[in-house]
Every structure is written in structure tokens, then in C-alpha cells.
């Protein structure tokens, strides 16, 4: 059985209730949606999901925004935001004792949900840590990362 929630305090709660605390996998990665005009858009999402033992598959998907295809600068700053969130969510899961690894469940794809974290937001167009006074810009590692397609 596969489980999507609507917002990270959710999904936590859910983990929190399982007998042992399960390794959470958490990956940033893009759709690539096809319009009716031709042209392609990106959807960029982190997904944090975790098997609990008798209870299923639990997904949370983050989405982090949307570029057309044919806009390299806006795909790459998206890409870029992509890798802070999971950044981000993945330092968070860890402060509160979970082990988190790479990767995408097989199934994830199955919860349709979109959910809602508070641990980010954007600033100028761009993603940053809520609270951080410090631009994406000025504090980005990694660049030039990208997820891969899930579909």
C-alpha cells in the first residue's frame, strides 16, 4: 500500500508512530510534462518516502517549481533550488534522528500528492531556507546537479 501526504508534519507523524524508526530515502528529481502547444515543462519535486514495516509505502512529494524546457537559465536555477530542498529536508530529517539515504522507492510514483513543508520558501524568485537571510545564490553548493526524470 502506498501512502502520500499533504504536508511534512503528516508524513513525520506517521514515521514517528512506527515501532522502529525507518530509514527515510530522499531524492530531488523533474518531470518532464508535455503541452498541447509543443513545447515541454519542467516540474521539479523532492520526495521523501520510507517503508514501514506492515503499513505500506510512505511518500511525501515536494514540488520546488517549473521552468520550460526551451529556458536553460530558468531550468538550471530550478535544478539548482531542486538540490537546496533536498538539501534542506534531508538536514532536517536528520536533526530529528532519522537516517536518510538517496534514492527513489519504487512505487513512489503511485501517491499522486502534492505536499506542503514550511521549510522553505521563495525569495526573489528563488529558494531559500526559511529563516536564512542569506540568498540561494550566496549559499548555493553543487551547482549544475539535476535529478533525473522519474517517468
Known amino acids: 500500500m502506498v501512502i ?3 504536508t511534512l508534519e503528516d508524513f513525520l507523524a ?3 508512530g512506527a515501532k522502529e524508526k525507518p530509514i527515510v530515502r530522499v ?3 523533474y518531470k518532464v510534462r508535455a503541452t498541447s502547444t ?12 520510507a517503508e514501514v514495516g506492515g503499513e505500506g509505502l510512505m511518500v511525501a512529494r515536494f514540488p520546488t517549481g ?3 524546457e526551451f529556458d536553460e537559465k530558468s531550468c538550471l536555477a530550478h535544478g539548482q533550488d531542486n538540490q537546496k ?7 532536517h530529517l536528520e536533526r530529528l534522528g532519522y537516517e536518510v539515504r538517496p ?6 510514483e503511485e501517491s499522486k500528492t502534492v505536499a506542503s513543508t514550511t521549510l522553505w520558501r521563495r525569495r526573489d524568485r528563488r529558494l531559500v ?8 545564490e550566496e549559499s548555493r553548493s553543487g551547482e549544475g546537479e539535476r535529478g533525473g526524470d522519474l517517468e
Open 129 to 136: 531556507a526559511q529563516g536564512d537571510e542569506i540568498s540561494c
Open 66 to 68: 517549473s521552468a520550460w
Open 38 to 49: 509543443g513545447t515541454s515543462l519542467l516540474e521539479f519535486f523532492v520526495v521523501a518516502a
Open 103 to 108: 534514492g527513489i522507492i519504487a512505487g513512489c
Open 14 to 16: 506517521e514515521l514517528e
Open 27 to 29: 531524492e530531488a528529481y
Open 85 to 91: 530542498a533536498k538539501r534542506i529536508l534531508t538536514d
Open 4 to 6: 502520500g501526504f499533504l
